[in-house]
């Protein structure tokens, strides 16, 4: 293998920021980034994503879920699959998703002008449904790519009642083609993912970058209470069946039961709720909210959710109410792959910085490429472990550590092959 460029660490994190300033300012709203699957606002960031890819000495396509492949050195069957997502929350900030498929493009572009020689080929995917903003489903493009997309997806529908299918339809794609997005487990190697860590440890040890031990398990569902309408002037307190107090009390008891396990890392998060018919006047007789559930182990988060659904017969007997739990999204807690984490641990400290080893609270695409192939991630430290706020940030150092160390890491792993 021909020695490598030495790797400008200062240039690569200074590239990183440019790079993602451009595809931040690509939203379907002016005041915040909002980027959703399979809309025009994705349609023009997989085209910004594949120039910077063919720039970069890769050949570029498109799955049928819209991941933008970036394949470098397309002759070797081996590869090595970068990447993350490019579609975002709501209001969100610009490095959550989008650094991992920007440091990988840098990585590949470093080799690729060193012309080096590897045992493998590179490809860069860009994931266009991480979050789960447009649809219920979620992780359905790296599900695609990992060969378990689940064809239940394609009749979740968006805000507008427009499914899966149809917007597959819209971006130019055919569900027909869902199935030769999957790549064969014995041609790849391995999966890395560079990613924001969205939390406040990195920070707090004063360190730029984290390698991830595994990624929380997680069950999102929504939640259904169901009272009485009536007049707010007329029915007594004692005889209401109100669908929001009922909600109120049940999302307290679901914090509390979230609290009482905190050292396992559990957090239960109530991030949507409506109420109808929704007038000042009227007793609301129909709750929806949504509700999702992490935690360390699968095991804690399960026996957490059969507490939930207790408190919730508990509290819908005594109020009259009906409560029903509509289940949309379980991912299980998922192991890093040890032989990665330990060259990228090596790659981290080649670069002369300690690292420290960490469980991801945040789901990944790493989660579901875990089912493909052996899977980790690298960490990028977070200021105020701040994210999906769009005072998210992290330094152009610290991307530029993270660059190097994906470069090294890669050569790591050809050595070992
Ligand atoms: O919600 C998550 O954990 C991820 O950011 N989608
Ligand atoms: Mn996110
Ligand atoms: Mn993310």
């Excluded at 020695?3 to 240039?11: A, E, F, H, S």
């Excluded at 559930?293 to 508990?314: C, E, F, N, P, V």
């Excluded at 192939?373 to 610290?398: I, K, Q």
Aim: charged content about 20%; some cysteine.
């Amino acid at each position: 293998m021909t020695t490598l460029l030495p790797v400008d660490i200062t240039t690569l994190g200074v590239r990183a920021e440019t790079m993602l300033s451009e595809l931040g300012s690509i939203s379907s709203e002016s005041q915040r980034l909002v980027r959703l699957f399979l809309t025009p606002e994705h349609r023009k960031a997989a085209g910004l994503v594949a120039t910077w890819m063919r720039e970069a000495g890769m050949t570029v396509s498109e799955d049928a879920l819209g991941t933008v492949r970036g394949c470098w050195r397309p002759d070797k069957t081996k590869r090595l699959l970068i990447g993350s997502h490019i579609d975002t929350v709501i209001d969100a900030g610009k490095y959550d998703g989008p650094m991992g498929v920007v440091i990988g493009i840098l990585a590949v572009e470093t080799l690729h002008k060193a012309d080096a020689e590897l045992p493998f080929g590179i490809d860069v995917l860009a994931f266009g449904d991480e979050e789960g903003s447009r649809f219920r489903s979620t992780l359905t493009s790296s599900s695609a790519c990992a060969g378990v997309f689940n064809r239940a997806a394609l009749a979740t529908t968006d805000s507008n009642g427009v499914t899966l299918a149809d917007a597959i339809k819209a971006y130019g794609k055919n569900v027909d083609d869902i199935p030769a997005a999957a790549y064969d487990p014995a041609a790849v190697t391995g999966y890395v993912e560079v990613h924001i860590e969205q939390g406040p440890v990195l920070e707090a040890e004063n360190l730029p970058l984290g390698v991830v031990t595994g990624i929380v398990g997680q069950n999102r569902m929504r939640v259904v209470v169901l009272g009485e309408a009536g007049h707010a002037g007329t029915v007594p307190m004692t005889m209401r069946r109100d669908a929001l107090t009922g909600a109120a009390e049940l999302i307290l008891a679901i914090e509390r039961i979230a609290r009482e396990n905190e050292s396992d890392r559990m957090v239960a998060t109530v991030g949507r709720i409506e109420a109808s018919p929704g007038a000042t006047n009227v007793i609301p007789g129909r709750v929806g909210f949504s509700l999702e559930l992490r935690a360390s182990t699968d095991a804690l988060r399960l026996a957490a959710l059969a507490q939930i659904k207790q408190d919730a017969a508990r509290i819908a007997g005594r109020r009259k109410l009906e409560i029903a739990f509509e289940p949309f999204y379980e991912t299980q807690t998922t192991a890093c792959a040890p032989d990665i984490q330990d060259l990228l641990e090596q790659s981290v400290a080649a670069l002369g910085v300690r690292t420290i080893r960490l469980p991801s609270g945040a789901g990944h695409d790493a989660q579901v490429m875990a089912k493909l192939c052996p899977a980790a991630m690298l960490f990028v430290r977070c200021r105020g472990g701040v994210s999906h706020n769009p005072a998210e940030f992290a330094s152009e150092a610290d991307m530029g550590l993270a660059t190097a160390a994906l470069f090294g890491f890669i050569k790591r792993l050809a050595a070992k092959q």
